[in-house]
């Protein structure tokens, strides 16, 4: 079964450059959402998109910011890396089973 | 305050047993959905199992159930027969209300370890 497909799997940036994650989500899944891990932490959700319009919004910087495509696959764009931005990022897409959220195998950006 | 609560940051089990994973929650919500992940190592986040709040059994999926005291407010992951595969990071989710996002809250999550 196709999963949801997430890219680069890991990123290197220096300090103030930027840097687009992208998402492809499940097939025929609407939502997409944004998920921050950071190093022995939970996912801390960032943003979600429900029919390419932003749904609902979490703890994302203001340097971030993200979309969904007409195809449903989402970018996350994020400016002035700070050494704090260093994680895991999470894309999920929800299914229609329980609206379960079935996570992407994330990016691991490292900024130094 | 804290809507996700996992009290065990790491748990030993032998090969083949059993092992409960606590998980409790804080909602005044009456409409919620509880989830189970498991991380391993290589970092992927993989859905377990689901428990709505208007759901009168508790759920299993193969060798995952799910013990759920709506009252004491607890949903707890049971796996039973225990393999090395299942050392891994676990985390209880939560997300709240029926609105379009959905979006989930993770405790803290407990690493367990399998012993062979």
Known sequence: AAGVIQSPRHLIKEKRETATLKCYPIPRHDTVYWYQQGPGQDPQFLISFYEKMQSDKGSIPDRFSAQQFSDYHSELNMSSLELGDSALYFCASRGTRYNEQFFGPGTRLTVL | ?116
Request: charge should be neutral; charged fraction near 20%.
């Open chain 2, 1 to 116: 305050a804290q809507k996700i609560t996992q009290t065990q940051p790491g748990m030993f089990v032998q090969e083949k047993e059993a092992v409960t994973l606590d998980c409790t929650y804080d909602t005044s919500d009456p409409s919620y959905g509880l989830f189970w992940y498991k991380q391993p190592s290589s970092g992927e986040m993989i859905f377990l199992i689901y428990q709505g709040s208007y759901d009168q059994q508790n759920a299993t999926e193969g060798r995952y159930s799910l013990n759920f005291q709506k009252a004491r407010k607890s949903a707890n992951l049971v796996i039973s027969a225990s393999q090395l595969g299942d050392s891994a990071m676990y985390f209880c989710a939560m997300r709240e209300g029926e609105d379009s996002s959905y979006k989930l809250i993770f405790g803290s999550g407990t690493r367990l370890l399998v012993r062979p």
